[in-house]
């Protein structure tokens, strides 16, 4: 297994770990996968959930980096991000897809699902599949019950917009594994980075 990533490799710019992430191994427990797809955001953001300040409720965004930013989308389901930049400054990058790679058949439990590209192909599935809970949020990526690895290798990337936000929609900070079959969705006149 390559090396595990410690909260120094996060003190980068949301769109630099992003990008970084692809390809690396992400578990929790023991279950997960290979990072296929995500998307940054940054305090100076208007899409970002730090992009008022601090509050109850984003605190955990605010730093330290190589942190879980925990929060529940549309009131159903958890989705995990990994804190970014200096503390204090507001940073993260979303989990927006894995290949599923270890703890399948659990995975597939808490689903309800046995196609593996349906498991966690989107941030929701991703939650639920790696059984992802608010009391995580805050919690150090290089410690149980996280294991973050680096990739093994250089990915090719594809770069595009966003999904799903209504503010700066355009700004092309969503990252995916060139190929990949289990992205959340195709992207548009998809560049590689």
Same mark, same amino acid.
């Given at each position: ?10 003190? @980068?710019?949301?769109?630099?770990? *992003?990008?970084? #992430? /692809?390809? !690396?191994?992400?578990?929790?427990? %023991? =279950? ?52 970014? @930049?200096?503390?204090?400054?507001? *940073?993260?990058? #979303? /989990?927006? !897809?894995?290949?599923?790679?270890? %703890? =399948? ?70 990252? %995916? ?17």
């Amino acid at each position: 297994m390559p090396r595990p990533l410690r909260p120094a490799d996060f003190l @980068r710019d949301a769109p630099e770990v *992003a990008r970084m #992430l /692809i390809g !690396a191994v992400l578990l929790v427990d %023991g =279950v997960g996968g290979r990072i296929v797809e995500t998307e940054a955001y940054d305090r100076e953001d208007p899409a970002s959930h730090s992009h008022s300040g601090p509050t109850p409720r984003n605190q955990a965004m605010f730093g330290p980096p190589g942190r879980a930013y925990v929060y529940r989308s549309y009131g159903i389901h958890w989705c995990l991000n990994f804190v970014c @930049r200096e503390e204090g400054h507001g *940073a993260g990058v #979303l /989990i927006r !897809a894995i290949e599923p790679l270890e %703890g =399948v058949a659990e995975m597939c439990e808490r689903r309800g699902v046995h196609e593996p590209r349906l498991l966690c192909s989107g941030p929701g599935r991703v939650g639920q599949a790696l059984g992802i809970v608010h009391a995580m949020n805050g919690h150090r990526l290089d410690q149980r019950p996280f294991a973050v690895h680096a990739a093994e290798r250089e990915h090719a990337v594809v770069v595009g917009p966003r999904i799903g936000i209504s503010k700066a929609a355009e700004v092309p900070w969503r990252f %995916g594994m060139a190929g990949s079959r289990f992205l959340s969705r195709p992207f548009p006149k998809a560049t590689a980075a």
